[in-house]
């Protein structure tokens, strides 16, 4: 089996999981009694601490000899207290073991990407092949437990996300390559991996790039949350919700797998102006609850406010990053794009959609205007036009 392929399946056992967790969580949750306010806190606190618990975690990460063992451990232990979930021991409960569960998924996709762009360079294989299959396994994930909403109880979200979790713990040991995370080298020791962390938070150009990746990123807080529950309120079904969601990772998939000459030609700075403006223009829209007929071609405006600008800030942080420290970049990113401006834009998120529905976006999209303010002048930084 090719290292392509390989890679292709485990990040497919990490995205058929997160095709589940992201759009229809909220669902279990709002089926076991919480309200908006509620469940926009228990998503986000794992969120805001992310600046935080995503570099020591990538840390702890770069302390084994190989980079899959983290994963296998990260992974058994978002399985295991999926699993723990299940206990109806009330809302602190809840955010306690979510807190810990979240904190380290949000952990695999950027490690995975560290071992997987290491790879691509040193291989010459195009890095949207394997991270396309992923999102190939979301619209799965999504489209499947749709229809079993429809059909059944929301309990069927946490089962399918803990065989997924588990699935991918198997994986990373099966499936992943040895590759060393200190090659031919011994560990550096744990003060050594923290000051290559606090080198990045220093450096002023690296820190605009993850924060407008971060800002047009997290304005999907809203999306992720609440566009379920707001297309349900406009009558549209669970199993209709999913195939919208769907819509949106297969025009993502098709930018991965086939835009790649022209997003190198195109480069990651520009490529991150245009993730903002068509960040701008979706949230703007869906803020207004357009018909069903125009909810599809918004839907493939993911092309751009995800795909365009997860790979822009996945090329700019290596960039702007060493061998010593990749990991820790990558968690920055994530930990921002994903995390701490997340966490904010959802607990926002769980209040306005009470108070407000569908008019939530249009704080997405004064978060989205913000980060393409910070992609032009990133751009117009000396030493950043040349494309990737």
Same mark, same amino acid.
């Given at each position: ?12 056992? /990490? ?16 089926? !076991? ?16 601490? !992310? ?6 975690? &990538?840390?702890?990460? #770069? ?15 978002? &399985?295991? @207290?999926?699993?723990?979930? &299940? ?16 904190? *380290? ?7 995975? #990407?560290? @071992? ?20 190939? $396994?979301? /619209? ?11 059909? %059944?109880?929301? #309990? ?36 050594? !991996?923290?000051?290559?962390? +606090? +080198? ?14 971060? *800002?047009?990123?997290? $304005? ?14 406009? +009558? /549209?079904?669970?199993?209709?919700? %999913? ?9 993502? /998939? ?17 490529? *991150? ?8 223009? !979706?949230?703007?829209?869906? $803020? ?6 125009? *909810? ?31 990991? $820790? &970049? ?59």
């Amino acid at each position: 089996m090719s290292l392509t392929l390989r890679l292709g399946l485990f990040y497919s056992a /990490i995205f058929v999981g997160a095709g589940v967790s992201s759009p229809y969580f909220p669902v279990w949750l709002k089926h !076991r009694g919480l309200s908006g306010a509620e469940i926009g806190l228990l998503l986000s606190l794992p969120m805001l601490a !992310r600046i935080v618990t995503a570099p020591l975690i &990538a840390v702890w990460a #770069d302390s084994f000899r190989l980079r899959r063992t983290a994963l296998v451990f990260a992974a058994a232990g978002v &399985a295991g @207290l999926y699993v723990l979930m &299940a206990l109806s021991w009330g809302f602190a409960w809840w955010m306690a073991v979510w807190f810990g569960a979240s904190s *380290l998924f949000a952990t695999l996709p950027p490690l995975t #990407d560290v @071992l997987a762009l290491k790879r691509a360079a040193k291989d010459g294989f195009n890095f949207g092949w394997p991270r396309g299959m992923g999102s190939a $396994a979301f /619209i799965v994930g999504n489209v499947v437990v749709g229809w079993l909403l429809a059909r %059944g109880s929301p #309990d069927i979200v946490l089962v399918w996300m803990v065989a997924a979790a588990s699935l991918t713990a198997i994986g990373a040991r099966l499936l992943l390559p040895p590759d060393e995370v200190h090659e031919g080298g011994p560990t550096p020791r744990f003060s050594e !991996r923290m000051a290559g962390v +606090g +080198g990045l938070l220093k450096d002023p150009t690296f820190m605009t790039a993850v924060l407008a990746c971060g *800002l047009i990123q997290s $304005a999907h807080a809203f999306y992720y949350s609440f566009s379920t529950l707001t297309w349900k309120q406009q +009558g /549209i079904p669970e199993s209709l919700a %999913g195939i919208l969601w769907a819509v949106g990772v297969a025009a993502e /998939i098709v930018f991965l797998w086939f835009m790649e000459p022209w997003r190198r030609a195109l480069g990651p700075e520009r490529l *991150l102006i245009l993730g903002g403006i068509g960040a701008v223009i !979706r949230w703007t829209a869906l $803020a207004f609850s357009p018909p069903l007929a125009f *909810l599809f071609p918004l839907q493939v405006l993911h092309t751009l406010s995800y795909a365009a600008t997860f790979l822009a800030s996945l090329e700019l942080v290596a960039k702007l990053s060493k061998p010593g420290n990749a990991s $820790a &970049a990558q968690a920055l990113n994530s930990a921002l794009s994903g995390g701490v401006l997340a966490g904010l834009a959802t607990i926002a998120s769980g209040w306005l959609f009470d108070h407000a529905g569908a008019r939530g976006y249009l704080l997405m999209s004064l978060m989205s205007a913000a980060g393409l303010v910070l992609a032009v002048r990133l751009a117009a930084r000396s030493g950043l036009r040349q494309p990737a």
